[in-house]
């Protein structure tokens, strides 16, 4: 039987032993041990978590990649969840996003985990609540990036405390954003490839329009933000502005409390894949009271609604 896994020895084993974690989760996430050190790394938490969702060739990694050295120039130690398509043959991650960025691998402050979708259509894949738990306890920054973007591919906003919408000139997208309700989830609103010149100022024109159009949730005023990899131009104002929503979040308990329900519909979600919609009416009421692990609880219903 393998050794328990607690949080201080992950904080003293560095990379190496977060990447052993990770993979015993996946390999056996109802292991008790596994339920443990997931539900202690729930009670602390310590890094905002940010997503990043757009459509397929809107320069995503490349913003990771600028993220991930503007974060770490400031201090700030980094994981990043990067979700690819999968391989239809072995299921596996097709791009590998830790491929594409350029980390130094002696850098113990930067985490890169690269996830195969497979057949989630929510652009999240299955591990990705459990990782981001642990990497939330580990780190200051968690940075999420999803397989693309669409009418399914909202789940990102049910995982992150602040999601960022990553907008491509002249793409004509904007208007897909209203129909498919995109517009509705973002935190922040990135316009790439601003060095585009006109085509670019267009597409921050037509997304400010859309925004008009829809309601913005606790009086936070959603920043529409010009980036250019190649100009080197944004990526302090994006830093500026996740930390300006994490700030925004903290007041009134917002963050606590989206984090709670977060974690009460990853736990309705999770029955729902196991037991189908007879075993979520069989498992009665699945709120999350006081210190409740959703992890915990799951393990709970799973024991009640398993067969003997």
């Not at 977060?262 to 037991?275: G, K, M, N």
Request: with cysteine; glycine share 10%.
């Amino acid at each position: 039987m393998p050794d328990p896994i607690t949080l201080s020895a992950l904080r003293s084993g560095g990379k190496a032993a977060l990447a052993h974690a990770l993979a015993r989760i996946e390999k056996a996430p109802d292991d008790s041990d596994v339920i443990d050190l997931l539900s202690e790394a729930y009670t602390a938490p310590r890094a905002m978590v940010a997503g990043m969702t757009g459509p397929p060739g809107v320069g995503k990694s490349t913003m990771m990649n600028a993220l991930i050295q503007g974060w770490r120039k400031r201090g700030r130690t980094v994981a990043c969840i990067a979700i690819d398509p999968s391989s239809r043959r072995s299921g596996g991650a097709l791009l590998g996003d830790r491929t594409r960025l350029s980390t130094d691998p002696e850098d113990q402050g930067i985490f890169v985990r690269s996830m195969a979708a497979r057949d989630r259509l929510g652009g999240l894949a299955g591990l990705t609540v459990s990782a981001m738990v642990l990497m939330r306890a580990l780190y200051d920054i968690v940075l999420i990036e999803t397989v693309g973007v669409g009418q399914s591919e909202t789940d990102v906003a049910g995982v992150v405390d602040t999601v960022i919408l990553c907008v491509q000139p002249g793409s004509g997208d904007s208007l897909q954003y209203m129909k498919a309700g995109i517009a509705e989830i973002p935190h922040i609103i990135a316009v790439t490839k601003a060095d585009m010149g006109a085509a670019a100022e267009r597409t921050r024109a037509d997304v400010v329009g859309a925004l008009s159009l829809t309601e913005g949730a606790d009086d936070w005023q959603i920043p529409v933000l010009m980036l250019s990899a190649a100009q080197a131009r944004g990526i302090d104002d994006l830093i500026g502005a996740v930390d300006a929503h994490a700030d925004h979040l903290q007041e009134e308990g917002r963050l606590a409390s989206v984090r709670k329900e977060q974690a009460a519909q990853w736990l309705v979600d999770s029955v729902r894949e196991r037991y189908g919609r007879d075993g979520l009416r069989r498992a009665g009421y699945l709120g999350l009271d006081g210190e409740d692990s959703p992890f915990r609880r799951l393990a709970e219903v799973s024991r009640r609604l398993s067969p003997q």
